[in-house]
């Protein structure tokens, strides 16, 4: 069912969780799984920062035994970046958590979950 899956990572607690998840689906499905990371304007994650984040995510993929596909860090919007990565590479899951790294904790979706969801044309498994 899913080959590959993409997870979309940005550090944060629930993103950790989002690689535990795509780790267990890619364990039964056989799927390997890519990472993506987007850089954001530098106050927030630089592009330095962005390559150490996805080699966090790729080494706790790594730790389970599991290959990782790709490891991949864009600039620019993550939404964007995310789906247009999707497409390009043909991912078949995206995994990714409900919230970032954002402070603000008031909403139930985060702005990029919020975006990916609504405009994805593949599955997205969105972990609380
Ligand atoms: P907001 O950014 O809207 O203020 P937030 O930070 O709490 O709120 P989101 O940014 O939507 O919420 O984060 C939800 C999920 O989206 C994260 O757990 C992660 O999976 C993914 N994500 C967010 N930002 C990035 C990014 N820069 N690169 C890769 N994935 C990201
Ligand atoms: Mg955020």
Not at 27 to 46: E, L, N, R, W
Not at 49 to 64: C, D, M, P, T
Request: aromatic share 4%; charged share 20%; glycine share 8%.
């Amino acid at each position: 069912m899913y080959k590959k899956i993409l997870v979309a990572y940005d550090g944060s607690d629930h993103a950790k969780k989002a690689v535990e998840h795509a780790v267990a689906l890619a364990k039964v499905f056989g799927a390997s799984i890519h990472i993506i990371t987007v850089a954001t304007d530098p106050s927030q994650i630089s592009l330095e920062k962005a390559g150490r984040i996805a080699g966090e995510a790729a080494k706790a993929v790594q730790s389970q035994g599991l290959q990782v596909g790709e490891v991949a860090v864009r600039s620019g919007t993550p939404a964007d970046e995310i789906l247009n990565y999707a497409e390009e590479k043909e991912v078949d899951l995206i995994v990714m958590g409900s919230r970032g790294l954002s402070a603000l904790q008031r909403l139930v979706l985060g702005s990029v979950s919020q975006a990916v969801v609504s405009r994805a044309r593949v599955p997205v498994l969105v972990v609380r």
